[in-house]
């Protein structure tokens, strides 16, 4: 299995400012995937990490937005820039590794994200 | 695209009773996630299942997979209190996976 670590579990922002989230796996991956999950709703893919490599980014997401960084294959963050309170939310981020039946997917203990 | 369907999206019931909970995705996958998501946390592995016929049980909980039907289930067996929480499917294509919204269950005691 792999065992993510995901930082801050929480955080309270102001509108404008920026919050960077840390994912650190304890296993070297490929890819590392960033979600958003919004009050009420089921969880959107932003975008896959590759590390040495850009992201790719979902419909929707823009890399401007949403800056991704992947300097290794056990790290990775995630950047909300220009927080508006629409950006509140729960951001997971998530890795395949293997387990118990073979490759599945991980997430992180997510991070809670208010904008006042 | 890959659709991913749930339903239903909410459930109440009784302590004691059964009840299915049904995933129909759109095309085909690698595998068939089951999570459960308690509020304010993250998500929780219940499933993986990779085959067509593929079954497994833990607890008061059952999944099953048809892949020709493109249907998962997951079965509640004489629920309790406890395993109210937000259930979700997920189908993994490959190069992603796609959630479905989730089914709210809310066990009454």
């Known amino acids: 299995s792999a065992v993510i670590s995901q930082k801050p579990s929480r955080d309270i922002c102001q509108r404008g400012t920026s919050l960077t989230i840390q994912c650190q796996v304890d296993?070297?991956?490929?890819?590392m995937f960033w979600y958003r999950q919004q009050p009420g709703q089921s969880l959107t893919l932003i975008a896959t990490?590759?590390?040495?490599?850009?992201?790719?980014?979902e419909s929707g997401f823009v890399i401007d937005k949403f800056p991704i960084s992947r300097p290794n294959l056990t790290f990775s963050t995630l950047t909300v820039s220009n927080l508006s309170p629409e950006d509140s939310s729960i951001y997971l981020c998530s890795v395949e590794g293997t387990g118990a039946v073979g490759t599945e997917a991980f997430f992180g203990q997510g991070t809670r994200l208010t904008v006042v | 695209e890959l659709k991913v369907e749930q339903n239903p999206l909410f459930l109440s019931m009784q302590e004691g009773k059964n009840y299915t909970i049904y995933c129909n995705y759109s095309?085909?996958?690698?595998?068939l996630y089951w999570y459960r998501q308690d509020p304010g946390k993250s998500l929780e592995s219940l499933f993986v299942?990779?085959?067509?016929?593929a079954v497994k049980q833990e607890g008061r909980l059952m999944a099953s997979l048809d892949t020709k039907a493109r249907l998962s289930t997951l079965h509640i067996t004489a629920a309790v209190h406890d395993l109210s929480a937000t259930y979700f499917c997920?189908?993994?294509?490959?190069?992603?996976?796609?959630f479905g919204k989730g089914t709210r269950l809310h066990i009454l005691p």
């Open positions: 997920a189908v993994d294509r490959g190069d992603k996976i796609i």
């Open positions: 990490a590759n590390q040495g490599s850009e992201a790719t980014y």
């Open positions: 095309t085909t996958s690698d595998r």
């Open positions: 299942l990779l085959s067509n016929g």
């Open positions: 296993s070297q991956v490929t890819m």
